[in-house]
């Protein structure tokens, strides 16, 4: 009786162990959700799809947008300031066919919040940009969906 009982218990061991293997978890799952928001706000800013950009964005007060490279910096602190800032241009430019290379470097998941630290290099529209360096904290909103809170990018000019 006592080699059934452990039998038993040994595979119900085994069977957890591999339900577990085959099951992403949580943390798996909101990093593949935090990258799907980032790819989206990025696409969305090239496509000019002002809906699709600002949907990925929370919209707060302590929102904040940075940009910086070796010719100007710019920044805008809170939604409106963000939003106010990108109003031309999601009115006067174009929608640019781009392809979007990110590496991921740091994706960490702190609860309701995570840090993102990536690569990223846009390819396409007639434009040779550089590689820039890129960071976004993200929180998750009232339904429980990753949104952006923070924008910080860095382009080294290779020249």
């Known amino acids: 009786m006592k080699a059934v009982l452990t039998f038993v218990v040994l595979s119900l061991a085994i069977q957890v162990a ?8 949580s943390s798996q799952n909101d990093v593949e959700a935090i990258k799907a928001v980032i790819v989206k706000e ?3 800013f090239f496509e000019t799809d ?3 950009w600002k949907s990925c964005w929370l919209q ?4 904040y947008w940075s940009f910086a490279d070796s010719t100007d910096v710019n920044y805008y602190e809170g939604w409106q300031n963000i939003e106010k800032g990108f109003n031309d241009y999601f009115k006067m430019s174009k929608p640019a066919k781009v392809e979007i290379e ?11 919040a995570a840090f993102v630290h ?3 290099k846009i390819l396409g ?3 040779e940009r550089d590689e820039q360096s890129e960071i976004r904290i993200l929180e998750k ?15 080294k000019s290779s020249s």
């Open 18 to 25: 591999v339900a577990q293997k085959k099951k992403p978890s």
């Open 42 to 44: 990025t696409k969305s």
């Open 50 to 52: 002002k809906d699709g």
């Open 60 to 63: 707060v007060p302590h929102a």
């Open 102 to 112: 990110n590496r991921w470097d740091h994706v960490k998941v702190y609860g309701n």
């Open 118 to 120: 990536f690569r990223q």
């Open 125 to 127: 529209d007639g434009i």
């Open 141 to 155: 909103d009232g339904e429980g969906n990753w949104k952006i809170i923070h924008v910080g990018v860095i382009r």
